[in-house]
Every structure is written in C-alpha cells, then in structure tokens.
C-alpha cells in the first residue's frame, strides 16, 4: 500500500527559533492534512490544504504556523517562533475518502 | 458540536476476550466513522471505518456496531490478542467545502494480558 512519508522523525529545537516539517503525500492524492498530537492526548486537526491554498484551519493554526507545497511533491509545515507547547508529534496525511497518516515527526522543544 | 466522546480511557482484557470500546457523538454531519490503531512512537493506521447508511461491518476479528438514532458507534475486538495491545481512536468525518477532516476521540488503551 502507498504511503505517507515524514521527515526528520525527530525534531529538537530551542524556544524561538523556527522549524520546518516535512511530509512526501501519496501520489496523486489532492488533499493534504497536518494533525497534531501533544503526548498522551488525543489526535487534533491543524489545517487542511487543497488545490495550493488552506481551506480550513484550527483554532491552534494561529500566525507562527504556515503551509507549503513547494515543489509539487512536498508538503511542509513552518512553525516560525516556537513555543514549549509546540512539543508534539505531528502528522501529515492525505485523504481519497479515508485518511492515510505518516509516521509522524516528534518535535520537541526545548 | 464537534466533540467525538470516547470510553473507557484504558481496558484491559484477558486474551481470547471481548475488547469494546465506545464512541458518542452529536452532529448529524459527521458522514464516515473509522477506527485507527495507534502503537507508541506510530502514526494512527485506519482499523475499520463505517457510513452511517450501515449498522454494521466486520472485518475479521474487528466490527464497528453503529446506531444512528443514539448517535453511537462502537469497536468489538473479538479474541482479543497481546499484539492488539495498542491505543485505539474513535474518529467522525466532517467536510467543509472540498476538505473534509477528522474529528477524533480521546483515545482508549488497550491491555491484552496473555
């Protein structure tokens, strides 16, 4: 079965400074995803992305958060300034009607 | 609301046994209800999934019961197994012009002991 490919696998940061993740879809899937999930709780929904524009996004999507389909294959997300709270793993995924999730890249910070 | 309610937090079974976890929700809109199992360190992977056009689906040792009317779903894991052993999450589907996204419940974990 295709999959959804993430990297780093493990992100560590110091508070501040900026961090970039990224994601390889499935493809030919046009939907794209971000999730987060804080250790121990549950999956939470950051932005959808379709067609190289965000059509909808959380409440925890707020300014330092950005998406980008650089190049036709990738799919990053950009955490500008981060923050303590920002430690998680994060999940790319992309959807035909059911999801497909990536491994997950762990950021911590520091 | 968008909330998806899951129970229990945390099962544990013996092995060959029953695991049942259970979901509730409140928005009609929500239009596919899947299963993911989740190892630690491990992205979620799709268990099963049902439509709310069906009241039941069985794929194996996996069957997701679904009651439209009390507007809750539920995961039987029949003969349950130590490698079943994970943290399961009951999700609800929701779109919003082309995208759709996943809501998802707290998370049960599950114990099978051998």
């Known amino acids: 079965e295709p999959e959804v490919t993430q990297t780093p696998s493990h992100q560590v940061t110091q508070m501040g400074q900026e961090v970039i993740l990224r994601c390889v879809p499935i493809?030919?899937?046009?939907?794209f995803y971000w999730y987060r999930q804080i250790l121990g709780q549950k999956v939470e929904f950051l932005v959808s992305?379709?067609?190289?524009?965000?059509?909808?996004k959380s409440e925890i999507f707020d300014d330092q958060f950005s998406v980008e389909r650089p190049d036709g294959s990738n799919f990053t997300l950009k955490i500008r300034s981060t923050k303590l709270e920002d430690s998680a793993m994060y999940f790319c995924?992309?959807?035909?009607?059911?999801?497909?999730f990536g491994p997950g890249t762990r950021l911590t910070v520091l | 609301q968008q909330q998806v309610k899951q129970s229990p937090q945390s099962l544990i079974v013996q092995k060959g046994g029953i695991s049942i976890i259970n979901c509730a929700y409140e928005?009609?809109?929500?239009?596919?209800f899947p299963w993911y199992q989740q190892f630690p360190g491990k992205g979620p992977a799709l268990l099963i999934a049902?439509?709310?056009?069906?009241s039941e689906k069985k794929e194996g040792r996996f069957t997701i019961s679904f009651n439209k009317s009390a507007k809750q779903f539920s995961l039987h894991i029949m003969d349950s197994q130590p490698g079943d052993s994970a943290t399961y999450f009951c999700?609800?589907?929701?779109?919003?012009?082309?995208?759709?996204?996943?809501?998802f419940g707290q998370g049960t974990t599950l114990q099978v002991k051998p």
């Open positions: 995924a992309t959807e035909t009607g059911r999801w497909f």
């Open positions: 493809s030919n899937h046009l939907y």
């Open positions: 992305f379709y067609n190289n524009e965000i059509s909808e």
């Open positions: 928005n009609t809109a929500f239009d596919y």
């Open positions: 049902i439509r709310p056009d069906v």
């Open positions: 999700a609800a589907s929701l779109y919003s012009g082309n995208t759709g996204k996943l809501i």
